[in-house]
């Protein structure tokens, strides 16, 4: 974990405080979902092509879980999506805030990862959207619409949990999962670091950095009852196993069938990514691929195993509080000439007409030219909710490299600590310093520039301090 501080003291930073629950008052925590699967047709995320839905293998969904202690309340909510933009995380943060009386500061909006969920957003939707308009008159396969029903069903989730709210008691820990995720950067012969070269390409030398077996898990009981309640789960893989044009919330869904099987249809699995920038389901090793039902039934059985071998950690009094800070982060700088050659190449996206990479850049100039109408650096919210003494959630905005999530991990004076990224922003990749070195396509899809991660661990460690 060299170039990450071990000690830090990040209190300039912060913008909002709670003061802790008081000692004794019983945890309450319910959970709520909402269908968000957009209609169909409709434009599809995760590629750099324009790819139209057909239909759905299975719903995405917004879920949410709300806890409270005495006066002190927080909200998570995961979604079944690529990304969640600033802008629908923010208005559903105030919406439900409004309607719960939550703060905003104590809510948060992630997305699973999942890519083959709608493209709802950003500088490709937007040239996809403007490119049908002009040549049509309209767009028939973006719906304005989609974006406020997303900003009030992801609302409605934390309000059906804060009204379900019943008491609760938590276990914590890990499960270990080393079969399922590969870093996807790989040190190759000709001195290069490249992501996701061929399986069985004999120019792989090894493997550019570790992944994260532990998969982090809160289990929820009902107070006095043995009964499974919800789950929130954390691991560090990709969700891109399905591809295809149909909806799916990818092998989250099948985990938490695994899980339904074992602990009753009622049970609710609330599963954030963790921090998965370089990390993906590809053995480049062997040229078999595991199909999501096998992956999705694997974790699921290893969660399944730890939860019924009372191995989670009882996590004695519950002492509820958030905090959060902005950590500025400069945005990459590029010149008159190369934004106007971005926008020409904008129209090559999608064709062989442009290199892979040449295509990644041209958009990420442009969604940093649009970033940029707000300012030369972006304020990249970190979060901290603290359950008890022993347990603790961070999460992180955009795509983040595996080694910025194990450095706050293993910095954490928390036992057990669940770091999730994608949370109230999607903003590209941000790699180490040593990966912006490297290079390859995570870092042609950063806009940030090299430190940034750095800068969460040290914010993330700084709350978790301040609360343990």
Do not use: W
Not at 198 to 208: E, F, H, K, Q, S
């Amino acid at each position: 974990m060299s170039g990450f501080p071990k000690v830090v003291c990040a209190t300039a930073f912060v913008f909002a405080m709670t003061q802790f629950a008081i000692a004794g008052d019983q945890l309450q925590a319910g959970v709520g979902v909402e269908d968000i699967t957009p209609p169909v047709p409709f434009r599809m995320a995760g590629y750099f092509s324009e790819r139209l839905s057909t239909g759905a293998k299975d719903p995405l969904r917004a879920k949410a879980v709300v806890f409270q202690q005495g006066d002190q309340s927080a909200a998570l909510v995961v979604c079944d999506l690529v990304g969640i933009s600033r802008e629908i995380s923010s208005a559903a943060r105030r919406q439900a805030s409004d309607a719960t009386g939550i703060p905003v500061e104590h809510i948060a909006v992630a997305a699973t990862h999942s890519h083959t969920g709608p493209l709802y957003f950003g500088a490709l939707h937007d040239y996809f959207h403007e490119r049908s308009a002009t040549k049509l008159g309209n767009d028939p396969h973006d719906s304005s619409d989609y974006r406020q029903e997303l900003v009030s069903k992801i609302a409605s989730a934390i309000v059906k949990a804060k009204s379900a709210l019943e008491p609760v008691t938590l276990t914590s820990g890990y499960a270990v999962e080393e079969r399922l995720s590969f870093n996807r950067r790989f040190h190759m012969k000709d001195g290069s670091v490249r992501f996701n070269p061929a399986l069985l390409d004999p120019n792989v030398v090894r493997p550019a950095g570790p992944i994260d077996p532990q998969v982090g898990i809160v289990l929820l009981h009902k107070a006095n009852a043995d009964v499974a309640v919800a789950a929130i789960v954390s691991f560090a893989m990709h969700l891109d196993t399905v591809g295809g044009t149909e909806y799916s919330a990818d092998y989250p869904r099948f985990v938490e069938d695994r899980l339904k099987n074992a602990l009753g249809p009622e049970f609710t699995l609330l599963f954030g990514a963790g921090t998965c920038g370089d990390i993906n389901h590809r053995d480049v090793k062997t040229s078999d691929t595991r199909r999501t039902d096998a992956i999705g039934a694997m974790l699921g059985d290893i969660v399944e195993k730890v939860i019924e071998s009372n191995t989670l950690s009882p996590t004695g009094e519950p002492s509820l509080a958030v905090r959060s800070m902005l950590v500025q982060a400069p945005l990459q700088s590029y010149s008159d000439s190369e934004v106007e050659e971005a926008r020409k190449n904008m129209a090559l996206i999608g064709t062989r007409e442009l290199s892979f990479i040449g295509q990644v850049e041209a958009y990420k100039i442009i969604d940093v030219q649009r970033r940029k109408r707000d300012g030369d650096a972006l304020a990249l919210e970190v979060q901290v909710f603290r359950l008890n003494r022993e347990t603790a959630i961070v999460t992180l905005p955009a795509e983040i490299f595996v080694e910025i999530g194990l450095a706050i991990k293993a910095a954490s004076p928390f036992k057990t600590t669940l770091v999730v990224e994608l949370a109230n922003d999607s903003l590209g990749y941000i790699p180490t310093k040593k990966a912006f070195a490297e290079g390859s396509y995570e870092i042609v899809n950063s806009r940030v520039e090299p430190g940034s991660g750095e800068r969460l661990v040290e914010a993330a460690v700084g709350l978790l301090e301040a609360l343990k």
